[in-house]
């Protein structure tokens, strides 16, 4: 099983803007992961310039020692733990994994928040999240019923 990688708070070495609303982020930890932003760019409304691919290539570190990535040009910025999230959901090694990185990317939970929604331990979240264990089938329906419940 593929490993994802572990970071108590994601910060940032180096992005490049790829051809299709791709970035690729390096983290200071060296790993490295390709992140597509294209649902993003065409759904958030405060994104709409960047839905020009040559603006949108303008992606840089931020002057924040590499806690976002950001377009000085438009006055927009993602921070680097967003980014890291959805990386670690659209690189999932299968899909409980991604069901779960998912939901902490779109919910944008903690380790500890996680860990309290569902009645666990942060360190079980910390290990499911970066494949060091795999996801449970039940894991995955549970954060979909979780979803579900705060929707109603």
């Given at each position: ?52 691919e040559a603006k949108f290539a303008k992606a ?7 806690w976002t990535v950001e377009w000085p040009e ?35 939970l903690t380790l500890a928040q996680a860990a ?37």
């Amino acid at each position: 099983m593929a490993r994802l990688t572990k970071m108590s708070r994601p910060r940032l070495k180096a992005v490049k803007a790829l051809p299709g609303y791709r970035l690729r982020l390096t983290f200071i930890d060296g790993s490295i992961l390709t992140v597509d932003k294209r649902e993003t760019v065409f759904s958030k409304r405060g994104l709409v310039p960047l839905r020009d691919e040559a603006k949108f290539a303008k992606a840089c570190i931020g002057e924040d020692c590499g806690w976002t990535v950001e377009w000085p040009e438009h006055d927009i910025q993602i921070g680097a733990d967003t980014l890291w999230l959805d990386a670690q959901a659209q690189n999932a090694p299968d899909e409980n994994t991604r069901i779960f990185a998912q939901w902490r990317a779109r919910n944008g939970l903690t380790l500890a928040q996680a860990a309290e929604a569902l009645g666990m331990t942060p360190r079980t979240m910390s290990a499911y999240g970066t494949g060091a264990r795999p996801v449970p089938r039940y894991i995955a329906l549970a954060v979909k019923g979780w979803e579900a419940e705060r929707a109603a």
